[in-house]
């Protein structure tokens, strides 16, 4: 492992971030304190007209220095304004735009944690970062490679979205919440006098509260999406929809159709500007393919490997078997038919509680 002489600790202003601070005092080593300001205050992100304004850094930032003053630690705020909108944000409604379904965690941690601010973090001179991430790092001796492996707390767990990450952000990454659960967190918080002991966790995207993601992407791009047909499989028109981008697959509720059986969103055909309805069991897929891909215990998958893969965050996975068919692809071939697999999502692969790695879902199959 890296030595840990000096550590640079991204505090988002969350109770996670602080006692993540906290224990790295403890170890002694010279500490400083770094939150990301991605948002002026007051500033919006969409450049054609106003949108509601998305919570800025300014009261994180704030909740951040307050904890780091009461540590005793230098601290610094650091402007990703473009590249957070460059990264995340035109990504993200891009890939709605394209009929997909993003993953902005992921890109956030890629790009900006673990890229723009890692980057800081050696600039000032700093050994390692930490974060108030879920998740652990691990260093196996007999392959001389970096692993990351789930948290300790699995319903905290926040591997899937780490998968991304380089053997030289692994070495150079410290996770002290790994180990603890969320209770215990924060009762390190109240026992410290942290303010944000209690503070609750936002379900929302940072920079769409109230989780309107259409009426975000409308504000954001200044055109609505029009509306069209509710077609199935097989191109009869069933109904009409609000606007594209409304629409996720695997979605049911709110489509405004009666039936004598429920409909699921199945897919989207972009050019037709159709949201591809069916039933339930039309949602199942049996093999995808991902691009983009991270690989962590080893530089390449030779033959076939058995896995236990995650196409969503809270899913707790299922048995696979996955090929490397590509230099930057995987082939993912699952025990059971999974259903409401998106396009544009991540497929993260485990063996036990260690991350294999991953990628983006750029196709999907009902057949092997």
């Known amino acids: 492992m890296v030595r840990m002489d000096s550590v640079l600790i991204a505090m988002s202003g969350g109770v996670d971030s602080s006692v993540a601070a906290w224990k790295m005092k403890q170890t002694g080593a010279e500490c400083r304190g770094a939150t990301m300001n991605l948002f002026d205050r007051g500033q919006t992100v969409c450049p054609s007209q106003p949108c509601s304004p998305p919570e800025t850094a300014g009261n994180a930032a704030a909740d951040a220095m307050a904890v780091a003053q009461k540590l005793g630690i230098p601290f610094h705020v650091f402007h990703f304004q473009e590249e957070f909108k460059r990264h ?16 902005p965690c992921v890109y956030c941690n890629r790009f900006l944690k673990f890229g723009q601010l890692f980057v800081r973090a050696k600039e000032l001179g700093a050994d390692v970062m930490a974060t108030g991430h879920y998740a652990r790092i691990e260093h196996d001796a007999a392959s001389n490679r970096f692993l990351l492996k789930k948290a300790a707390d699995e319903t905290k767990d926040q591997s899937y979205v780490l998968y991304t990450m380089t053997q030289e952000q692994l070495s150079r990454t410290r996770f002290p919440l790994g180990m603890l659960r969320k209770s215990e967190v924060r009762q390190i918080a109240a026992e410290c006098g942290f303010a944000n002991a209690g503070k609750q966790e936002s379900q929302d995207l940072c920079f769409v509260p109230g989780g309107d993601y259409a009426g975000f992407i409308e504000q954001y791009t200044n055109r609505q999406s029009p509306p069209g047909n509710f077609v199935n499989k097989a191109g009869k028109v069933l109904g009409q929809h609000k606007g594209l981008i409304r629409y996720t697959v695997g979605q049911r509720k709110g489509l405004g159709i009666a039936a004598p059986a429920p ?86 692969l485990y063996d036990g509680d260690c991350v294999i790695g991953g990628g983006t879902i750029v196709s999907v199959s009902a057949n092997q």
């Open 88 to 103: 995340v944000i035109e990504r993200f409604v891009q890939t709605y735009l394209e009929g997909k379904t993003p993953n």
């Open 263 to 348: 409909y699921y969103v199945c897919g989207h055909n972009v050019t037709e500007n159709t949201v591809i309805l069916g039933s339930e069991e039309d949602l199942c897929v049996k093999t995808l393919t991902a691009a983009d891909i991270n690989l962590i215990p080893f530089a390449a998958i030779t033959g076939t490997l058995r896995v236990m893969a995650k196409v969503r965050y809270r899913q707790k996975g299922d048995r696979a078997t996955v090929i490397q068919t590509g230099a930057n692809e995987l082939r993912v071939e699952f025990d059971e038919p999974q259903k409401g697999v998106a396009e544009g999502q991540a497929v993260v």
